[in-house]
C-alpha cells in the first residue's frame, strides 16, 4: 500500500509541474494494476486523473472520472468532496459552452453547500463566482453582477482574500464595460488590496497591468478636456 501512496504522490507531482501526460500515464498505471485501493485513495486518483486528462483536452474520460468521483463521494456521504466533483463538471460544461448544464451543475453543488455544512463560505463563494461568470457568458449582465456581490460577501465572511479579489476584479471588468471606469478603477484597486493578502496570488500582474491601463486613458481625457 506504501509503494501505492508513493506512485500518486509521484502522479501529483507530476501534474503540478505541467507534466500532464506523465501524470495520465502513472494515474493510469496506478488504476489499473492497484485493486484494492483505498476508498480516499480511489478518490484521490479520480480526482487529479480528471485534472491531469482535462489538461490533456481528453475531456471525455475527465468527466467520467469526476462521475464516477461524485457517486463514490455522495455514497460515502463526502459532501465537500462531492461538492468539488459536481464544480468541475459545471465548469467542464461552461468551458464547453453548453450553459443550461453548467447552471444546473452549479445549483445542485450550491444545494449541497447549503445541506448543513459548516465553513462553507469559500465553497459559495467559488459557486458564485462559477455562476456570475456563466451568466456572464449567456449575456445575462444583471445576474453576473447578482451572484459575484454574493461571492465578494462569502469570501469576505469566510476571509478568503483571493476569491474576494477574484470577484471584484470580474465585477470591476462589468463596469468597464458599462463605460463606468471610475467605479472600475475603485473596484480593480479593492481586489488588488484583497489579493495582496494572499501570497499565492497569480492575478495580482494582470490586475495592476489592467488598472494601469484604465487610470492612463483616465489622464488622457482628463488632458484634453
Known amino acids: 500500500m506504501a509503494r501505492v501512496e508513493d506512485s500518486l504522490e509521484q502522479a501529483k507531482t507530476l501534474l503540478r509541474e505541467g507534466k500532464y501526460r506523465e501524470a495520465c500515464e502513472l494515474f493510469s498505471e496506478i ?3 492497484a485493486k484494492n485501493l483505498r476508498p480516499d485513495q480511489n478518490e484521490d486518483l479520480l480526482y487529479h486523473y480528471a485534472m491531469a486528462l482535462k489538461a490533456i483536452d481528453r475531456r471525455g474520460l475527465a468527466e467520467k472520472c469526476l462521475r464516477d468521483l461524485y457517486h463514490i463521494a455522495h455514497d460515502r456521504e463526502r459532501r465537500e468532496l462531492e461538492c468539488q466533483a459536481v464544480h468541475e463538471l459545471g465548469t467542464m460544461a461552461l468551458e464547453e459552452n453548453r450553459y443550461s448544464e453548467a447552471i444546473k451543475l452549479y445549483r445542485e453543488e450550491l444545494t449541497l ?3 448543513g455544512m459548516d465553513h462553507y463560505f469559500a465553497g459559495l463563494a ?3 463566482i462559477a455562476q456570475g461568470n456563466c451568466c456572464l457568458a449567456m449575456g445575462h449582465t444583471p445576474e453576473a453582477q447578482m451572484y459575484l456581490k454574493h ?3 462569502f469570501a469576505q465572511t469566510g476571509q478568503d482574500a483571493r476569491l474576494k479579489g477574484r470577484a471584484l476584479a470580474i465585477l470591476a471588468d462589468l463596469q468597464l464595460r458599462d463605460g463606468k471606469r471610475k467605479e472600475a478603477m475603485k473596484l480593480l484597486r479593492q481586489a488588488l488590496s ?3 493578502q494572499d501570497a499565492s496570488s497569480e492575478e495580482i500582474p494582470e490586475i495592476e497591468k489592467e488598472l494601469e491601463k484604465i487610470e492612463k486613458e483616465a ?3 482628463r488632458t484634453k478636456s
Open 194 to 196: 484583497s489579493l495582496r
Open 219 to 221: 489622464n488622457e481625457n
Open 151 to 153: 461571492a465578494v460577501t
Open 31 to 33: 488504476r489499473q494494476s
Open 113 to 115: 453547500w447549503y445541506s
Open 126 to 128: 467559488l459557486n458564485y
